[in-house]
């Protein structure tokens, strides 16, 4: 084979091999839109995103569960679940001097799951939620239910106060050694919202327990995000350019 021939044909062929794995691999964001918000005052995407919530640890005496609601105005719908605990606090755990400490994954677990998922829909207002009842039983199991804390602020009305229940950027109180229970953490308005898409952000949430102790890690987990939707990369218009060139030159061949 000769080898303009040689070209005309492998030309086409890598071409479609780059454009296709472009299509292929899946669009990489590093950074939240200036219309998206995660924080305090809604969490809201412009593109579908997915985020990866990481559960830490839960050093609450209620029987807690953390959900994804959707938005409307002041009126919230549960539409996933994330983390649930099946007792207050993990077996054995339930007592002032253990923090009432919560953990996942293992068998004497109060949350059976460590990691959960949820695609939050293109422009579909949404906010977490921290569902409370009392303990009850010997095995510390739900009783009565107390409350929901959200994450957006408007959503909480306590005192007939919108109040924060959680932190974006931070774990509270709690260091990563000492939980430091009965600490309230000092300067919650620095953590309104976070950037998901950047790395991994960490969340603290208060219960308003313990007499609204606002040590904000009654639950401590952490959120990561990507983009779900393909989108195609610059390498696909060149890719898509040389295939129709090398196309267009073979076809000039063979008509010669």
Known sequence: MRLPTAITYTV?????????????????????????KFGTDGLLFTEDTEVTFDFGK????????????????TNTTEVKSLFTEQWATDIGKASSGDDWLGT????????????????FKANVEYALGLANWSRTGED????????????????????????QQFLFG???????????EHQAFSNPEEYVSGDPLAGSLALGIDDRGNGDDLDFQDMVLSAQAERTTDVPEPSVIFGLTAIAGGFASLRRRRDS
């Open 140 to 163: 510390n199991v739900a009783g009565s239910y107390i409350r929901t804390v959200f994450s957006t602020d408007r959503l909480n009305s306590f005192d007939g106060e919108e109040t």
């Open 104 to 119: 996942c994954g293992e068998d004497d677990s109060t949350v059976a799951n460590c990691t959960a998922s949820f695609v």
């Open 12 to 36: 086409p062929i890598l071409s479609a091999s780059l454009a296709l794995g472009a299509f292929a691999a899946p669009a990489t964001a590093f950074s939240m839109n200036s219309d998206e």
């Open 58 to 73: 839960t050093f609450g005496a209620y029987v807690a569960s953390l959900g994804v609601y959707e938005v409307d105005g």
């Open 170 to 180: 931070s774990h509270g109180a709690f260091d990563g050694q000492d939980s430091n």
